[in-house]
């Protein structure tokens, strides 16, 4: 009934019958042709009608008004996608999800809910992802007794060309109103972000009081500082006319950008600059248990700027719910602890040539920390390639999207030496990082 509906208003005039979200994905000469064409990357042309979020609305609100945003402006959107995460599975069984779902179903913000449980956890997606992006971790915080939240940042959740048309005033204000509504609905809070969110969560809780209800914060693979250093610059190319793409790709994944415009990186820029080391060095930091994961290799965010992040949080005696803190590094522990000193309560974890549970993975990127192996889309079976790295080859494109082995890891230069490469989009340790985010949450509340 939703899609007839979705198909009588005009929604889904771009898809047929017979597609789903999935029908294109291994299709290289659609694939081909979608990059070139940017048939994925433009939202319709319709407006919406904005919550005001500083009136602190009911998060069903929220919900609903968020999910107006995806089926008005996602073109895809009424189009057929049978992905069933776990998440996905929860949400069905507490009424919230129907069985037959679409793209507007999986992109949407969602509430799992205990309904005898007063903590909550909080989550921020990352830039050009969606809430798709948590339904890993908002699994795993279910289990553990957790009332989840997810969000969808303004310009997200239809295509690319949205990042074009919105401020991060918008995302500023989004990250205010839930850390403010979920302190106001639940008597103990945990506040995580990924990426880009993770950035959105940090810089609020230096610039702002803390809601007394916010007892901890876990960031993966947090925005800190990013790789190329020239960031500033986007914004000064993006009013250039005609100059709108770093990133032309196929945005052939539903559920995140492929492409990716100057006015996102000058978005992504203004985020990083309220939490730099000249910034984090001036602020009075709240007196909160601190988690983070991080990838040694990350070639979206310098590892150095995460691991100074941790060094100037970590202080027990100023702060002494900070000896809690915890930091989950992927790569080579000697040098996080040379830097951090001996004593920083580090978990490492690294891949070695052909040994579980890596086998054929060579290290992890700064997308694949947050998804199990088991994921139906992004885990180790599933169907989707992050080939990015070749965006300007077409060619190696080609090879990364069909051949049948390629190396999976990092995109850094030596990888990409080595022959075609997808870019990891699982973590091979998960099962390892919900131990030890179970050993972190029992610190918080001990």
């Not at 407006?47 to 073109?75: C, G, H, M, Q």
């Amino acid at each position: 009934m939703r899609l007839f509906l979705c198909f009588l208003l005009g929604l889904t005039s771009s898809v047929t019958w017979a597609q789903t979200c999935l029908s294109h994905i291994d299709d290289i000469d659609y694939i081909m042709a979608a990059k070139k064409n940017g048939t994925h990357r433009f939202a319709n042309d319709a407006s919406v009608r904005a919550l005001k979020l500083d009136t602190l609305p009911p998060f069903s609100a929220y919900l609903a008004s968020a999910r107006e945003w995806i089926e008005t402006r996602n073109p895809r959107a009424g189009l057929p996608c049978p992905v069933h995460t776990e998440t996905v599975k929860l949400l069905q069984a507490q009424g919230s999800l129907e069985a037959d779902l679409t793209v507007s179903d999986l992109l949407s913000p969602f509430e799992l809910r205990h309904p005898t449980s007063n903590k909550a956890v909080l989550l921020l997606h990352g830039l050009t992802d969606s809430p798709f992006s948590y339904h890993s971790l908002a699994a795993f915080f279910y289990r553990q007794g957790f009332n989840v939240r997810t969000v969808l940042l303004p310009g997200h959740g239809s295509a690319a060309s949205d990042l074009q048309e919105v401020s991060f005033k918008q995302w500023r204000a989004l990250a205010n109103y839930a850390i403010a509504r979920t302190s106001q609905d639940f008597d103990q809070v945990i506040i995580g972000g990924y990426s880009t969110g993770a950035a959105l969560a940090l810089a609020n809780l230096i610039e702002q009081p803390v809601p007394s209800q916010v007892q901890a914060l876990m960031l993966w693979s947090p925005a800190t500082e990013p790789h190329n250093k020239q960031g500033w610059l986007a914004k000064w190319i993006d009013r250039i006319p005609f100059v709108n793409w770093i990133d032309k790709d196929a945005d052939i994944d539903f559920a995140k950008y492929e492409s990716f415009p100057f006015a996102a990186a000058s978005l992504a820029h203004e985020a990083m600059r309220r939490i730099d080391n000249e910034r984090l060095a001036k602020a009075t930091l709240p007196d909160l248990p601190l988690f983070i994961v991080q990838s040694e290799v990350d070639t979206t965010i310098d590892a150095h700027a995460t691991l100074a992040l941790a060094k100037a949080w970590h202080n027990p005696q100023a702060r002494p719910n900070s000896a809690k803190d915890m930091l989950v590094y992927y790569g080579n522990p000697q040098g996080a602890l040379n830097y951090l000193g001996d004593d920083f309560p580090l978990r490492n974890y690294a891949c070695k040539a052909n040994q579980a549970p890596c086998n054929k993975i060579l290290d992890l990127s700064h997308i694949s920390v947050v998804n199990a192996p088991n994921h139906p889309y992004y885990g180790a079976q599933g169907r989707y390639r992050n080939c990015g790295s070749y965006l300007e080859d077409d060619l190696a494109y080609r090879r990364c999207k069909t051949q049948p082995q390629v190396l999976i890891g990092e995109r850094t230069a030596a990888n990409l030496a080595k022959g075609p490469l997808k870019r990891l989009t699982y973590n091979p340790f998960y099962a390892e990082l919900e131990q030890d985010m179970r050993t972190f949450l029992e610190r918080v509340h001990e």
